[in-house]
């Protein structure tokens, strides 16, 4: 099958895409069938939805990976599957630890009172932490794959623009200008700043960035490490995305930006698709409401009840309709690229027999 190939010997899979098409189930459920195969998979998430947390057995704080019970039937024994919910504020502590000249500087770094503010605020910290995380857990070699389910944004390329973000704030003028001479002699209006900021503040911040001022060469040396293996043949993007308008048009845009950037592309994965009943054009609808009438009126449904539900029918038929000319306007603009259909399931996945059977849709094993 399509994913099959496109998954053949990664060892990273980043899920990306809009919020709310599904990603985080998407990635438990690539991860799943990929355990079940006989990998050491772990999955890499990002505020899940509370059942679905509730079910991959994450805690509600802290980013320690834990195992995942797999049902036993068709796995491969020495497969396993993991989930860790990722916790910015730690990795960047991590981070932090391991790039300070000394764990003097780390620890003065860590209890600055600035520093739990800045480390979220900043743009991008929040997607760098992502991949830092997911580059730490790489390196450490326990896992075959690992499945990214990236953090939702509005801006598609917040995510593949983190690491250069984060690393032009670490070395960036803001900082080091509070360590120049010149301010801290009083020059270019320092005692207006003082009077508005407060001495302690400006002490707090001038610290801060004399703390960070020895991380520059560690941050940018992991930023690169971390760009490079997104950009290497051992990792796959995959776009997660629904048949609407604004999520295809957020698919098509990251898209491009993967082409741009020369990432690797691995498919589309449209989740939550109408299944469609008719074929064909819209009279088509009409009959299908006609034979559904008929086929109610011979169970013994009531003329109002049966005409009701016939209609309804045929709205969802053309909900199918409408997902099925947007998704062939999606493969029209991406061309060769391949295109995972997941259907609308009838029950809300929040357990992992509801994520089994995404994964089954995925690998294309839904009629087994």
Avoid at 186 to 212: K, N, W, Y
Avoid at 238 to 263: C, I, S
Avoid at 269 to 289: D, F, Q, W
Wanted: aromatic share 6%; with cysteine; net charge negative.
């Amino acid at each position: 099958m399509i994913l099959d190939r496109v998954l053949d010997g990664r060892q990273v899979v980043v899920c990306a895409g809009a919020g709310g098409v599904g990603k985080t189930t998407v990635s438990a459920a690539l991860g799943s069938q990929l355990a079940a195969r006989g990998g050491r998979v772990l999955v890499l998430t990002i505020d899940p939805a509370r059942r679905l947390a509730g079910a991959l057995g994450l805690p509600e704080h802290g980013d320690e990976a834990h195992e995942v019970d797999l049902p036993q039937s068709g796995c491969a024994p020495d497969g396993s599957l993991h989930a860790a919910m990722l916790d910015a504020q730690l990795t960047f502590d991590r981070l932090v630890l391991e790039e300070a000249p000394s764990e003097r500087a780390a620890e003065r770094i860590l209890a600055n009172p600035i520093y739990r503010q800045v480390s979220s605020a900043v743009a991008g910290a929040h997607e760098y932490m992502a991949m830092e995380r997911l580059y730490e857990l790489h390196a450490s070699g326990r896992y075959d794959v690992i499945v990214l389910d990236t953090p939702p944004s509005r801006n598609a390329l917040d995510f593949l623009e983190a690491p250069g973000r984060l690393t032009r704030f670490v070395e960036g003028r803001a900082l080091r200008f509070l360590l120049r001479p010149g301010m801290r002699a009083g020059r270019l209006g320092f005692s207006m700043i003082e009077r508005i900021a407060g001495v302690a503040f400006l002490r707090d911040l001038s610290e801060l960035a004399a703390g960070f001022e020895g991380m520059y060469d560690g941050f940018a040396r992991r930023a690169a490490d971390v760009s490079a293996l997104l950009a290497s043949g051992r990792t796959t993007f995959l776009l997660v995305t629904v048949p609407q308008a604004e999520p295809l048009a957020e698919a098509d845009f990251f898209w491009r930006a993967l082409r741009e950037r020369e990432l690797p592309f691995g498919g589309m994965i449209v989740n939550k698709v109408h299944p469609s009943y008719v074929e064909g054009a819209p009279s088509a609808r009409t009959r299908l409401r006609a034979k559904a009438k008929r086929a109610l009126r011979d169970a013994g449904v009531p003329d109002p009840a049966a005409a009701r539900a016939a209609e309804n029918l045929v709205h969802y038929q053309a909900l199918a309709d409408r997902d099925r000319e947007n998704i062939d306007a999606l493969e029209r603009r991406i061309g060769s690229g391949p295109i995972v259909e997941v259907p609308l399931l009838d029950h809300d996945v929040h357990d992992l027999e509801g994520v089994a059977a995404v994964g089954r849709h995925l690998f294309g094993q839904a009629g087994g």
